[in-house]
């Protein structure tokens, strides 16, 4: 009978260790087309980042953006940001892990994440941010 509560005071340690490892935000972007959208996105605490993804779900399985291995790494970004995406800072200064968008049209509405992975005290921390990016056309004006 003692086992049962030693479980369940195990399972709960687990919970709160996986809890707090993990942390997720949510941020509203509008952009208008034809021009750049910065994607902002910051590691919590400034420590080197091992791999920094940027995804958008709803794309399947190539990024927007891939860092590891201390590179950039093109060979699996989805063909429709090839030339069109970038860090703010490639040197990732102060956490800054921000991504512009270049020149945006309709097709990149749609919702964004930033997922970074971070070396912690014998651990590894897992960061991620949720990027809602909502493209406006620009006016027209009619001449009369």
């Given at each position: 009978m003692d086992s049962v509560p030693a479980t369940s005071l195990?399972?709960?340690?687990?919970?709160?260790?996986?809890i707090s490892s993990v942390s997720a935000d949510q941020t509203n972007i509008t952009a208008e087309a034809g021009h750049n959208a910065s994607l902002p996105c910051t590691?919590?605490?400034?420590?080197?980042v091992l791999v920094l993804e940027w995804i958008r779900p709803d794309l399947g399985s190539e990024y927007v953006f891939l860092y590891r291995n201390e590179q950039i790494d093109l060979e699996n970004q989805h063909v429709?940001?090839?030339n069109r995406v970038d860090l703010q800072d490639r040197q990732m200064k102060d956490g800054d892990v921000s991504l512009v968008l270049r020149n945006v049209t309709t097709d990149d509405r749609g919702t964004y994440e930033c997922r970074l992975v971070q070396t912690e005290r014998n651990s590894r921390r897992k960061t991620t941010v949720i990027i809602n990016l909502d493209i406006l056309l620009p006016p027209v004006f009619l001449h009369s």
């Open positions: 195990f399972w709960a340690q687990m919970f709160i260790i996986f590691s919590p605490n400034s420590k080197p429709m940001f090839k």
